[in-house]
Structure formats: C-alpha cells, structure tokens
C-alpha cells in the first residue's frame, strides 16, 4: 500500500519571504502522480500544483513549484512570495496509475501554514 | 460553470441513526469520489463511482455504502451511526481517465 508523509505539522513564514513543504512517499509503482492540495478555511480542497512520475521535469503554477525527486520518494512544495491568501492546510497526495486510480487518492496528514504579516 | 456541490453543508444526526450525503459532480464528470476528513486520521478514500457503478472502496464497514444516479450524482448512506464517524465527507469529480478531482466543500457530519 501507498503512505504519504509530511512531517511538518505546521510552518510559519513572513509575508513576501518563501517557504517550502516537505512530503515523502512510499510506492512500489514506477508510474504515478504526485499533487499538492490546498484547503482553506471554507474546507474545499483545491488544487494547487500536479506532477506525472515520468515527467523529470519540475511542475511550476506561477509561484507555486515543486521539487520532485523520484529516487529519494520526495515531493516538496515551494511557495514564493508568500502571500496572506496562500494561509491554509496543505496536502501532499498520490495517486497511481494501476487500476486507472482505483484506489483513489492517498494523502498526507497535511502542513498547517500560517503567513505572518 | 458549476463546481461540484453537496448538500448538506452540516448535519447532525443521533448515535444508531442514518445519514445521507449528497453530491453533484461537475457537468461531464462521470466519476465521483468519496473520502473522510476525520480529526486525526487525516483523509481516508471511501468510495469511487463511476458510470452508475461502485468500482471501489476503501477499508471502511459495509454501513457506508451508496449509489450513483443516472446524471452522475452520488449518494452516500450511512448506516447506524457510531460517535467515530463524526467527520468532513469530501466528494470529488473527476473525468475518468483523467488524473485531476475537483473537490466540493464537504458536509461536517455530527454523530451525538
């Protein structure tokens, strides 16, 4: 079975400054994708950033990025620019191809992070 | 358009009862997903519909069950209510075939 790992429970950062989310993952699978969800306090999850195992390069949405390396099981999230909007729970998730995403997504605990302004 | 909607936002129901959750997929979304937001067990998938059909299920009891109707809307019932399943029911669309799931706001479920 698939786990996913984020071992920060919650991050503080200041205003405009960066900040990076860890997730490590655990699959047997060579082809999946990783995600990265936003949920704010209106509870829905939204998407925020999507990579296919495959793909060696780097998924970027604006100031939103990621680190994926697939030897080590790591996919971190890196947000610039940190703006107080971008305040949330954030979840690393998988999802693997077998099965055409039977087993539906596998998330992490999540990563509380609070923008100080 | 339209997101995926559900209904309701909040519930509450008694110990030993049963509740019904509803859910809207996006317009063209075939598939539907469902999945538990429980405090300190983090999400949990529940179940996949797609085209009418359950395809697959979580490791959850057979109190949680459900259906999806001919336009792609889900139900989700469940059965004698326990105080552990109070939780935030999130459904999910998605195109089948496809990676992405767009999420609705959930329904908080209230078991007292």
């Known amino acids: 079975a698939q786990t996913v790992t984020q071992s920060q429970p919650e991050m503080s950062v200041q205003e405009a400054e960066t900040v990076t989310l860890s997730c490590t993952y655990d699959?047997?699978?060579?082809?999946?994708?990783l995600f990265w969800y936003k949920q704010p306090p209106s509870r829905q999850m939204i998407l925020v950033i999507r990579q296919e195992a495959y793909k060696q390069q780097n998924a970027t949405e604006n100031r939103f990025s990621v680190n994926f390396q697939k030897a080590a099981k790591s996919f971190s999230l890196k947000i610039s620019d940190s703006q107080l909007g971008d305040a949330a729970m954030y979840f690393c998730?998988?999802?693997?191809?077998?099965?055409?995403?039977?087993?539906?997504?596998?998330f992490g605990k999540g990563t509380h992070l609070i923008i100080q302004p | 358009e339209a997101g995926v909607t559900q209904s309701p936002t909040h519930l509450i129901k008694t110990r030993g009862q049963q509740a019904t959750l509803r859910c809207s997929p996006i317009?063209?979304?075939?598939?539907v997903y469902w999945y538990q937001q429980a405090l300190g067990l983090g999400l949990q998938f529940l179940l996949w519909y797609d085209e009418g059909e359950e395809r697959n299920r979580g490791n959850f009891p057979p109190r949680f069950s459900g259906r999806q109707f001919p336009n792609y809307s889900s139900e989700l019932n469940v059965n004698a209510l326990e105080l552990e399943d109070s939780a935030l029911y999130l459904c999910?669309?998605?195109?089948?075939?496809?990676?992405?799931?767009?999420f609705g706001q959930g329904t908080r479920l209230t078991v007292v």
């Open positions: 999910a669309s998605s195109l089948v075939g496809r990676t992405e799931a767009f």
């Open positions: 998730a998988y999802r693997g191809k077998t099965g055409g995403g039977a087993d539906g997504l596998t």
């Open positions: 699959t047997s699978e060579s082809d999946y994708y």
């Open positions: 317009s063209g979304h075939t598939s």
